[in-house]
């Protein structure tokens, strides 16, 4: 699958009772197709089997420092170097001092200590452990290091306590190491991006817009993050959360998001635009509501800028990246929208499949022809998108 970056993962497990959620997570890991190697912890042996974990992950499991089946005696050295990543989940109180202090004596901790890759941990405890002083200054130590920390939670715990400590789900967690595993082919890079519809005013309560989601902008803006981007998303207006460290500009109109684009554009390398901007405004809004009456009513529409083109043909435009939604000849139209606007790249979609749904079917065009993104969400066609970009920048600037 293009779009999701398969590696080599060590997944430890730490003494907790959310380590029955360990289990979930690795099959959730292995179904996104990286291949884990599970290490345990004596206590964690008390709460789920390696039995379990073995026959789940189809490789034995190691608990032991002394296992003499690594080679040389060497399971904290070599286990490290095949791993793109170390995920320790739940990793507990315990584990987490343990990591902080750099104290390396069972087999996980010293694989931890020994890695030469990052580490991810995802913290379940009591919730007076996870606020005991000395566990946030542990956080805050491993964060300073470099660790990722995932989590935790608020809700109810096993003890019956409720409060900050819960692991988080097995599902989210996948999500988040499959982010943190994105290559960082953006790094450095500036990408503007607009997304979700525009609300054209006709008086003071009513409007015309249409039925984008903005959820394609927005996977977008949350795959170039995880790429390493530094992220400006200018949106109209939308129920989504703004991908985390994005900045969001928070635009109604298309003249508002004409304007946002264009006192950014100037320091932008990249250009998408996802938005689906009202062609037409109406022309003298009324103030306050138009009152019903028997007679028609009559709307002047004028033609709203095109955002897009007036960027694509600047003098020294980024580098530019349309969306066609078109209802039928997808690949004429699409081709015919992309030489007019001039842009190195368009993306062609079917708009009676793409609009409000989770998942999408792209076609890339460019100088080169047309790529086909087959059948995914939306996330991962986000990723696939900007692998393309990526590869294409640099010939193009
Ligand atoms: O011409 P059409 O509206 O189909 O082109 C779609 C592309 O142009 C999308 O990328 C959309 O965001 C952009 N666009 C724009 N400003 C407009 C109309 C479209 O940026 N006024």
């Keep these: ?96 001092a343990k ?41 805050a130590q491993l964060i300073a290091d470099g660790v990722q920390v995932m989590g935790p939670d608020a809700g109810m715990q096993a003890c019956g306590e409720e409060g900050m400590g819960r692991m988080l789900e097995a599902a989210q967690l996948a999500e988040l190491i499959t982010a943190a595993l994105q290559p960082k082919l953006l790094a450095g890079k500036r990408i503007l991006i607009t997304a979700g519809p525009t609300y054209e005013p006709i008086d003071a309560v009513r409007g015309i817009t249409n039925r984008s989601s903005g959820k394609m902008g927005y996977a977008i803006a949350k795959a170039a993050r995880e790429m390493g981007a530094e992220v ?25 998001m ?23 405004r109406v022309a003298q809004p009324a103030e306050q509501k138009i009152k019903k009456s028997d007679a028609s009513l009559t709307l002047e529409l004028v033609p709203n800028p095109d955002i897009l083109a007036q960027v694509a043909s600047l003098p020294n435009p980024p580098f530019c990246v349309g969306f066609a939604a078109e209802s039928e000849k997808l690949a004429e139209y699409a081709e015919q929208k992309r030489r007019a606007k001039r842009l190195p790249l368009l993306v062609g979609n079917l708009a009676q499949q793409a609009i409000g749904s989770d998942d999408n079917e792209l076609v890339l065009f460019d100088d080169a022809g047309a790529h086909p993104l087959p059948h995914a969400d939306k996330l991962t066609l986000a990723r696939q998108l900007l692998e393309h970009v990526a590869q294409r920048y640099p010939a193009a600037k």
Excluded at 109 to 115: E, F, I, N, P, V
Excluded at 258 to 280: K, P
């Design 99 to 139: 990591l902080a202090n750099g104290l390396a004596d069972d087999l996980l901790s010293t694989l931890c200590l020994a890695r030469n890759c990052p580490l991810l941990i995802a913290p379940a405890m009591n919730r007076e452990m996870w606020q005991n002083p000395a566990t946030q200054r542990n956080i």
């Design 1 to 96: 699958m293009r779009g999701m970056k398969k590696s080599n993962l060590v997944l430890g497990i730490t003494g907790g009772i959310a380590a029955y959620k360990s289990a979930e997570l690795l099959r959730l890991l292995m179904k996104q197709g990286h291949s884990v190697q599970v290490a345990m912890t004596d206590a964690a042996c008390h709460f789920i089997t390696p039995t379990t974990l073995q026959g789940l992950s189809g490789q034995p499991v190691f608990t032991d420092q002394w296992d003499a089946r690594a080679p040389n005696n060497m399971a904290h050295i070599n286990l490290s170097r095949a791993a793109a990543a170390i995920v320790i989940a739940p990793a507990s109180a315990d584990f987490i």
């Design 232 to 256: 400006r998303l200018v949106s109209g207006p939308t129920s989504l959360a703004a991908p985390e460290g994005a900045q969001r500009v928070n635009v109604q109109s298309a003249a508002e």
């Design 258 to 280: 004409y304007q946002a684009v264009m006192q950014s554009v100037a320091d932008c390398d990249i250009f998408i635009a996802v938005a689906a901007v009202a062609d037409y």
